[in-house]
């Protein structure tokens, strides 16, 4: 008996050790390592949380949980590069892990957002749709990777793709405000704006305090010329940011569009009231006098006004050769210098 007994004993703790149970000496000291640097970064000792955690994957250089808290550090610091190679080696020792498959495609898309190049753009996206679909493979159901992949694609280029990982995303949660306005803005960009108003009135039933969900279903109302609807969402949008002009902005448009050009001088005159600095609202100011002048030709008070717009819009925003053209006409067919 005591023989069996021994037999049974020396074959569990074979099994312990090949199962990975006991671990070698080596081996934890990194985890120990890893622990204390863990706790030292919740408690705020950055630093010194990634000197234990360097320390963790010199000893282990496998030890992906490290790589990942490593990159976690990073990106909350903003350290966009270093998260990235931290993220990168985190993946590579455990292609099994999610999150950090998942952290790395967010840092991609924050190293596209600081990018100059549009090459660098593109690759950056191109890497962080590769990463979301490996995510989206190790948790099918995962809400944030397909809404993420969703604007990667359509960053690229890829609408239909776009479109459909955001239906997914939907799918999985049909009460995301932010979906049902990013499906809008995909379906405006390939001209479907019954279907753009429809999502972005869906993401407004669920969130009503959106303002740039509205300046974006305004923006679909104009190009339907349905001018009346428009004002109404760009009034709107002016009440949840009072203190953006382009609100103001695109409800001057809004007025000229309907033939209200006092209207439309006093929206665009707010606009200035709250960003003097606006190309766009001195042009538009520009437009309102002009349009007056023209059906009052008595009215060159109106016309110098115009002029006066125009030109201190093109001071902000030179690269406006249409508006270039106007003030020619304007000034010299009405025998202006």
């Known amino acids: 008996m005591p023989r069996t007994t021994g037999a049974i004993a020396l074959a569990l703790g074979t099994w312990l050790l090949l199962s990975g149970c006991v671990k070698p000496p080596s081996a934890q000291t990194a985890v120990d390592h890893f622990v204390r640097g863990k706790i030292l970064m919740d408690a705020g000792d950055i630093e010194t ?59 991609y898309q924050a190293l596209a957002a600081a990018a100059q190049a549009a090459e660098a753009v593109k690759d950056y996206l191109t890497k962080a749709v590769e990463v979301y679909l490996r995510a989206i493979m190790l948790r099918p159901g995962d809400f944030d990777s397909h809404l993420n992949i969703s604007a990667c694609y359509f960053q690229l280029g890829y609408a239909a793709e776009a479109e459909r990982y955001c239906q997914t995303a939907l799918q999985i949660d049909p009460n995301s405000a932010m979906a049902h306005a990013n499906l809008g ?78 209207k439309a001088q006093d929206a665009y005159a707010q606009a200035l009231s709250l960003n003097p600095l606006s190309a766009a609202a001195h042009r538009g100011l520009g437009v309102a006098y002009m349009a007056q002048f023209i059906l009052d030709r008595h009215r060159t008070d109106l016309r110098d006004k115009g002029l006066e717009a125009w030109q201190t819009s093109l001071s902000i925003r030179p690269d406006q050769e249409d508006l270039i053209h106007l003030v020619q006409k304007y000034s010299t067919t009405l025998g202006r210098p």
């Open 185 to 262: 803005t995909i379906h405006q960009s390939q001209g479907n704006l019954d279907e753009a108003i429809q999502a972005y009135k869906a993401s407004l039933e669920l969130d009503a305090n959106q303002p740039d969900v509205l300046m974006c279903l305004g923006s679909a109302y104009v190009r339907q010329r349905e001018f009346n609807a428009a004002l109404e969402t760009y009034t709107e949008a002016v009440t949840q940011a009072p203190t953006d002009s382009g609100p103001w902005e695109k409800t001057g448009a809004c007025y000229f569009y309907l033939r209200d050009f006092a």
């Open 49 to 107: 949380a990634l000197a234990e955690l360097g320390a963790a994957v010199k000893i282990d250089p496998e030890l992906s949980i490290a790589h990942s808290t490593i990159g976690d550090i990073h990106r909350r610091q903003g350290n966009w590069e270093l998260a990235r190679g931290a993220y990168e080696d985190a993946c590579r020792t455990n292609p099994f892990a999610f999150r950090a498959h998942y952290n790395l495609g967010v840092t």
